[in-house]
C-alpha cells in the first residue's frame, strides 16, 4: 500500500532563516506531487506540483521553493523566513482515482 | 475556472441526529467531486469522491454524498452522527476536461461539532 511521510513534524524557525521540509511518497511511482499550506487551521492553498523529476510549477509567487530530486520525493525550501511563511504545511499525491493523499503535515513557526 | 463554495463555516448536530455538510461548486465542464476530513493537526483524509455514475456516493465511516448536477451541489451526510465525527470537512473539485495536471479547487472548510 502507498503511505505518504513528512518532516519534521514541527519547526520553529527565526525570522531570516532558512527551511527545508521533506516529502516522501512510498508504494507509487511517477506520483504527481502537492505543496500546500494551511494557516489558521482552514483553507489550503496549493503553493507548488510536481508531475516528474524535477518538473515544478507554482501557484502562488513567494519567497518559496520547491524541488524534486527523486521520483517520489518533494522538497520544500527557503533561504529566509518570513512571519507570514509560519502555518500548516501539506504534502500530497494524486491517485488514480484522482482523489489526493496528505501526509500528516509539518507545523512551522516563525519567530 | 473553478470553485467551490462552503456556505457553512460550522455545523453543529446532536449525537445520533443526522448530518449534513454543504457543498456547490461550479466548473466549465464535467466535475470529479471530493470529500476529505481532517482531524485537529492531522492531514487531510480522503472520504468519498463522485466521478461518474451514481449520484449516490458511499464513503468510509458510513458517510454519503448526493450529486445534484441542477443545483451544482455535492452535500456530505451520514444518517447518525457520532461524537467521533466531529472535525474540519473540505468539499473539492477538479474538472474533468482538465489536462494532464491535475488541479483541484478546496473549499474553506466546515467545522462538524457533534454534541454529546
Known amino acids: 500500500s502507498q503511505t505518504i511521510h513528512q518532516w519534521p513534524a514541527t519547526l520553529v524557525q527565526p525570522v531570516g532563516s532558512p527551511l527545508s521540509l521533506e516529502c516522501t511518497v512510498e508504494g507509487t511511482s511517477n506520483p504527481n506531487l502537492y505543496w500546500y499550506r494551511q494557516a489558521a487551521g482552514r483553507g489550503l492553498q496549493l503553493l507548488f506540483y510536481s508531475v516528474g523529476i524535477g518538473q515544478i510549477s507554482s501557484e502562488v509567487p513567494q519567497n518559496l521553493s520547491a524541488s524534486r530530486p527523486q521520483d517520489r520525493q518533494f522538497i520544500l525550501s527557503s533561504k529566509k523566513l518570513l512571519l507570514s511563511d509560519s502555518g500548516f504545511y501539506l504534502c500530497a499525491w494524486t491517485g488514480r482515482g484522482y482523489e489526493q493523499y496528505f501526509g500528516p503535515g509539518t507545523r512551522l513557526t516563525v519567530t | 475556472a473553478q470553485s467551490v463554495a462552503q456556505p457553512e463555516d460550522q455545523v453543529n448536530v446532536a449525537e445520533g441526529n443526522p448530518l449534513t455538510v454543504k457543498c456547490t461548486y461550479s466548473?466549465?465542464?464535467?466535475?470529479?467531486l471530493f470529500w476529505y476530513v481532517q482531524y485537529p493537526n492531522r492531514g487531510l483524509q480522503f472520504l468519498l469522491k463522485?466521478?461518474?455514475?451514481?449520484?449516490l456516493v458511499k464513503g468510509s465511516y458510513g458517510f454519503e454524498a448526493e450529486f445534484n448536477k441542477s443545483q451544482t451541489s455535492f452535500h456530505l451526510k451520514k444518517p447518525s452522527a457520532l461524537v467521533s465525527d466531529s472535525a474540519l470537512y473540505f468539499c473539492?473539485?477538479?474538472?474533468?476536461?482538465?489536462?494532464?495536471?491535475?488541479?483541484?479547487?478546496f473549499g474553506t472548510g466546515t467545522k462538524l461539532q457533534v454534541i454529546p
Open positions: 463522485y466521478i461518474t455514475g451514481d449520484n
Open positions: 466548473v466549465s465542464g464535467n466535475p470529479y
Open positions: 473539492a473539485v477538479r474538472d474533468q476536461t482538465s489536462g494532464g495536471y491535475q488541479k483541484v479547487t
